[in-house]
């Protein structure tokens, strides 16, 4: 290698996110779906962890155990001090793939799971992963991977390469400018290209598009995304012929809203579909009717497949809960290539029945719509489609012998990782606030909850005076304005102290009245 990265930007932090896929409790539906069964989970690993954020919600809040790896040294620090405050024993370290894939003391995995990494690393890399997935991952035993795809990417990735080209050739000045104002220097100088109107915009008018879009994006986000060394977009087919290598078959999609082609396809699309008999050539095909850019797969190895009647079994008994206000949960949603109305005959009733912020299995769903006419499969359809757009959660598949103390602890341990992660937003480190961690963690999902910074506030409010929502706002602006920030409303600043705490009284009345209720619900405080 020729420097310690290895090609990988280092110098600006991935950002904080929550990626739900990852999280084995998403398994069971997803699989049952695709008639299959899921395994129990009880070892699992993430390579390329960025801030360690769905790590450490996933360890402090089931019973599995976690280990993972990052090579930048800051991000794994984050990482590490989440997992001492859950108290969660997750196995977290800052090391390259070459030093922790070779390790002899690592147990086999039940999971492994790789965000984004596959695309950013070089050849090398890749093949120290797939050497790590080929030993280490049990029979039976699922890898969850997404990457950059094809053909999604074939006419952006021109001007990926001429960007990059252009950061490096800054990056070997005398002086260099750091990674982020040489990408402000690279999108500069492509939007002056555009302005010259060259063959390649008028032959792809829609990249004068996705460059604006770029150029409003975080560049913490785009430095991780784009600028690497090291860029891949993998063919499904290409992937395919690697993983079958070590005993590998494609599972299914894991982000859920791919697993309903009525709701992605038109029916010129699906009945082409319907011809092609080759499960790989079928999701290839499927990659050009959508055009894929990013692919989020389940692959198994040595999976069990399921007979009907146990497929059905396993659907009925699967529950799932709101993440989200009934009346916030919007009826049209975009899909690929168009807008999609909800049918509100189906969805306005179950969202009803959902109210509650309980765990309800989807036979127990459709048995108590029955006098709506409502049947087990539509019930199906809908709880993947509100999986799929973030609005609900599948539960895990509790293991009947978690005892008591078991199920305490991980409460403790959640209850624990959230409480740490509200004073972060309390402080004014800008790594903790800014960008920042959007969520936080839930035993009840064995994952995470959207809840933003001021809604943090509000529950660190909520800890400290309970019920007293009046007291709420001085809290949260204290906060806020220790950091120099201010609200908007309606896309005006707020400049006086009396305006925002007048607008944080409002918000601290209606997430009082509608959010909480939810979040404790699903015991995230």
């Known amino acids: 290698m020729n420097n310690w990265n290895d090609g990988y930007v280092f110098d600006i932090a991935y950002t904080y996110g929550y990626y739900p896929g990852m999280n084995p409790a998403r398994l ?5 779906f695709h008639g299959l069964r899921a395994p129990v989970v009880q070892t699992a690993c993430e390579l390329g962890f960025g801030q360690g954020l769905s790590t450490n919600f996933h360890a402090a809040a089931s019973g599995t155990r976690w280990w993972g790896n990052d090579f930048n040294p800051m991000q794994a620090a984050f990482a590490q001090e989440l997992a001492a405050a859950s108290g969660s024993g997750a196995q977290l370290e800052d090391s390259s793939f070459s030093h922790f894939c070779r390790r002899e003391d690592l147990p086999d995995f039940d999971f492994i799971a790789l965000h984004g990494v596959w695309s950013w690393v070089s050849e090398e ?8 997935i080929d030993r280490k991952l049990k029979p039976g035993g699922v890898l969850y991977i997404s990457y950059n795809t094809q053909p999604g990417w074939s006419a952006f990735m021109p001007l990926r390469d001429l960007m990059v080209q252009h950061t490096q050739q800054a990056g070997n000045d005398e002086q260099a400018l750091p990674t982020e104002a040489r990408i402000d220097a690279a999108l500069d100088f492509a939007a002056r290209m555009f302005d010259a109107d060259p063959v390649y915009a008028q032959a792809n008018p829609f990249m004068r598009d996705r460059l604006k879009i770029l150029q409003q994006q975080g560049r913490d986000y785009l430095a991780h995304e784009y600028f690497n060394r090291d860029w891949h ?8 012929q690697r993983l079958s290598q070590a005993g590998l078959q494609f599972a299914c999609p894991a982000h859920y809203a791919d697993h309903l082609d009525m709701a992605n396809l038109t029916p010129a699309q699906r009945q082409f579909m319907q011809g092609v008999d080759d499960a790989v050539m079928q999701q290839s095909v499927r990659d050009f009717m959508v055009n894929q850019q990013f692919r989020r797969d389940y692959w198994v190895r040595d999976g ?14 699967q529950s799932i809960v709101l993440l989200t206000e009934p009346d ?10 168009s807008e999609i109305t909800l049918n509100r005959l189906i969805y306005e009733p179950i969202l009803q029945a959902l109210s509650d912020y309980q765990p309800h299995t989807l036979v127990d769903l459709a048995a108590s719509l029955a006098h709506r006419n409502l049947n087990l499969s539509q019930v199906l359809d809908s709880a993947l489609m509100l999986i799929g757009t973030g609005h609900a959660a599948p539960l895990p598949a509790e293991p009947v012998e978690l005892a008591d103390d078991a199920r305490a602890e991980i409460a403790r341990r959640t209850r624990a990782l959230n409480v740490h992660l509200l004073n972060k937003a309390a402080q004014s480190a800008p790594s903790a606030i800014e960008g920042g961690v959007g969520h936080l963690c839930s035993p009840v999902t064995g994952g995470g909850v959207a809840v933003d910074r001021i809604g943090q ?3 660190l409010a909520y800890l400290e005076h309970g019920e007293q929502v009046d007291a709420w706002p001085a809290l949260a602006w204290k906060h806020i304005s220790a950091q120099g920030k201010k609200l908007v409303r309606e896309g005006v600043r707020l400049e006086g102290e009396q305006e925002n705490l007048g607008e944080l009284a409002t918000q601290a009345q209606l997430f009082a009245r509608t959010r909480l209720p939810l979040l404790r619900a699903l015991q995230v405080v």
């Open 304 to 317: 069990q497949r399921l007979d009907e009647r146990q497929r059905v079994q396993a659907l009925a008994l």
């Open 28 to 32: 069971p539906l997803a699989f049952a």
């Open 457 to 459: 506030l509000f529950l």
């Open 233 to 240: 977009a993998e063919s499904f087919a290409r992937m395919h």
């Open 328 to 337: 916030k949960v919007p009826l049209t949603i975009q899909n690929v290539a």
């Open 125 to 132: 890399n890749r093949a120290i992963i797939f050497d790590f």
